[in-house]
T-cell receptor, first 117, second 118 residues
Framework: SAVISQKPSRDICQRGTSLTIQCQVD?????MFWYRQQPGQSLTLIAT???????TYESGFVIDKFPISRPNLTFSTLTVSNMSPEDSSIYLC????WGTGTNTEAFFGQGTRLTVV | DQQVKQNSPSLSVQEGRISILNCDYT??????FLWYKKYPAEGPTFLIS?????DKNEDGRFTVFLNKSAKHLSLHIVPSQPGDSAVYFC?????????????????FGQGTILTVHP
């Protein structure tokens, strides 16, 4: 399995500013996924990022608020724009390995804990 | 619409005993189910998965059972250890292949806090 490195691991930001989160995988993966975990909640998919095309956003998430870049098969960024305290969450990148039978796995970065004040 | 549900927010177990974590789902199109463990300030750690065509998968102390007719799966940890104390999430994927690219989005349950007492 490829290793995912995500940074920053945490940040405290002023409302109205933007933060870009980076995700680096040590081998090529086709699809990368960005998730959010709000305090006390489960993980929710924000968008799917495929290299060479625009990201696909889930209901409730828009590109202007969460622009995503996927310049190559090993790297992606998620920007949280014009932040408000409601954006305080853990943000995670992920990829999936499709195996045969029972060997399908999905891996996550370490997460970015964002606090907006 | 909560497609994946973990109805028990917490579970407390004695060290050495069995921990059973449950998960229910509503979407019969799910192809794979996965279990994760998550510690605070860390990303989820993959534990074990099962294909929808199987009813059991085992890996060391972890066994996942799938009952498709009941749309229910469970994770058994035996013997439980204090280091197993964490939040456990079940997740499900619908497998998609578009233009030769395979992918699937994870849908997570709410999580169950497992505490294993020494």
């Amino acid at each position: 399995s490829a290793v995912i490195s995500q940074k920053p691991s945490r940040d405290i930001c002023q409302r109205g500013t933007s933060l870009t989160i980076q995700c680096q995988v040590d081998s090529q993966v086709t699809m990368m996924f960005w998730y959010r975990q709000q305090p006390g909640q489960s993980l929710t998919l924000i968008a799917t990022a495929n290299q060479g095309s625009e990201a696909t956003y889930e209901s409730g998430f828009v590109i202007d608020k969460f622009p995503i870049s996927r310049p190559n098969l090993t790297f992606s960024t998620l920007t949280v724009s014009n932040m408000s305290p409601e954006d305080s969450s853990i943000y995670l990148c992920s990829y999936t390995i499709w195996g045969t039978g029972t060997n399908t796995e999905a891996f996550f970065g370490q997460g970015t804990r964002l606090t907006v004040v | 619409d909560q497609q994946v549900k973990q109805n028990s927010p917490s579970l407390s177990v004695q060290e050495g005993r069995i921990s059973i974590l449950n998960c229910d789902y509503t979407n019969s199109m799910f192809d794979y189910f996965l279990w994760y463990k998550k510690y605070p300030a860390e990303g989820p750690t993959f534990l074990i998965s099962i294909s929808s065509i199987k009813d059991k998968n085992e890996d060391g102390r972890f066994t996942v059972f799938l009952n498709k007719s009941a749309k229910h799966l469970s994770l058994h940890i035996v013997p439980s250890q204090p280091g197993d104390s964490a939040v456990y999430f079940c997740a499900a994927i619908v497998y998609t292949n578009a233009g030769g690219t395979s992918y699937g989005k994870l849908t997570f349950g709410q999580g169950t806090i497992l505490t294993v007492h020494p």
